[in-house]
């Protein structure tokens, strides 16, 4: 299984790499897995033999970049590299039961157990969420995360803005995507990812899902071309002060899902507006569990790790808490 990272460098610039276990081997010609996709893409060529045959000999000792010891840095793992606001970052949730069963809990009111829009959701998923092959099947949640700007890299701080209620890590697998020439979409693989997001501002009313997923997130720090997503079990973490605080075994992949893969994409690439040649898409596939359903609320400086078995490295990112406090935003006519 093919696994890419991007990596720059201060001097050098962008390029693209393969990893094999503590070793990077540099790719030659196309500086971002974007341009590399759209070349397979323009091609005919499956991503993974056209990466092969660019691998040179120069290699990098992934540990020093892993731990930001060398002068080559990691980017996310995927991007839109000339416009970032060409790349939608979006995704789904209410597909694996834990945690819809936490939202269950924090949107239901009242002792009377009632089944609650997201309960709904869900159990919509599980009837009508994986059709045959070529058929379409119900529609899932969705919701708008930002553009490419949002992005952060493996070791990147993920930020909890002034006016947050909180931070907290929503581990999950991505799916990346460019759309082609003549407007189709093409997956290019699929990332670990760290979907991030308000649950203090969800909390208080399932409404503000919508402004609660407006927050900086993390994919990476290796894309993996063609995996077997079927069920993948992995494990997120909270750090504080270098002790693990909380700890938690997850499973994502078809088989956890009330969604198929394909039945997710459908949804995502109907809409024409998603479908623009030259576009990126980074789309989370939803979490599994988080920690915020355990009742625990991230400090400043706290680490969140997420790791799948098969995805290459976990994924690690600080948060950083923004105490400046609100400014008020004054729009003046022109």
């Known amino acids: 299984m093919l696994r890419l990272v991007q990596l720059k460098h201060p001097k050098m610039g962008r390029r693209i790499a393969a990893v094999a276990n503590h070793e990077l081997h540099l790719l030659k010609k196309h500086p971002s897995v974007y341009h590399l996709a759209a070349a397979a893409s323009a091609a005919r060529q499956p991503l993974a033999r056209m990466a092969r ?10 540990d020093a970049v892993y731990t930001g010891e060398s002068d080559w840095h990691l980017l996310p793992a995927f991007d839109h590299p000339e416009e970032p606001a060409r790349c939608l970052v979006t995704g ?71 006016f947050a209620g909180d931070g907290g890590e929503e581990g999950e697998v991505a799916g990346v995507y460019i759309v082609d020439r003549s407007g189709k979409p093409r997956r290019v693989g699929l990332v670990a990812a760290n979907e991030f997001s308000d649950h203090v501002m969800e909390k208080k009313n399932y409404l503000y899902l919508a402004p609660s997923k407006l927050r900086t997130c993390a994919i990476g ?46 949804h995502h690439f109907k809409y024409a507006a998603h479908c623009r040649p030259g576009d990126a898409h980074v789309y989370f596939f939803g979490a599994d569990a988080f920690s915020f359903g355990a009742g625990v609320l991230l400090a400043n400086g706290d680490v969140m790790e997420i790791g799948f078995r098969g995805f290459g ?3 690690r990112n600080p948060i950083r808490i923004d105490r400046s406090g609100q400014r008020h935003v004054a729009v003046r006519a022109l």
């Not at 045959?53 to 992934?62: E, H, K, V």
């Not at 949107?107 to 009837?127: C, E, F, I, N, P």
């Not at 949640?141 to 909890?160: D, M, N, P, S």
């Open 53 to 62: 045959a660019l691998c040179t000999s120069r290699t990098l000792d992934y």
């Open 92 to 162: 789904t949730g209410l597909t694996h039961k834990k945690s819809v069963a936490t939202r269950q809990a924090m949107h239901a009111t009242g002792k009377k157990a009632v089944v609650t829009d997201s309960m709904r959701m869900y159990q919509w998923g599980l009837d009508g969420g994986r059709p045959r092959r070529g058929k379409v099947g119900v529609q899932p949640e969705w919701f708008y995360k930002g553009c490419g700007t949002i992005l952060r890299a493996h070791g990147q701080a993920l930020e909890v803005p002034p």
């Open 221 to 266: 720090p290796e894309l993996v071309v063609n995996p077997v997503f079927d069920d993948v079990p992995g494990v997120v973490r909270i750090e504080r002060d270098g002790n693990v605080i909380w700890s938690k075994e997850i499973r994502t992949g078809e088989r956890n899902m009330s969604h198929t893969m394909a039945n997710l994409e459908h």
């Open 313 to 315: 490295r976990p994924l």
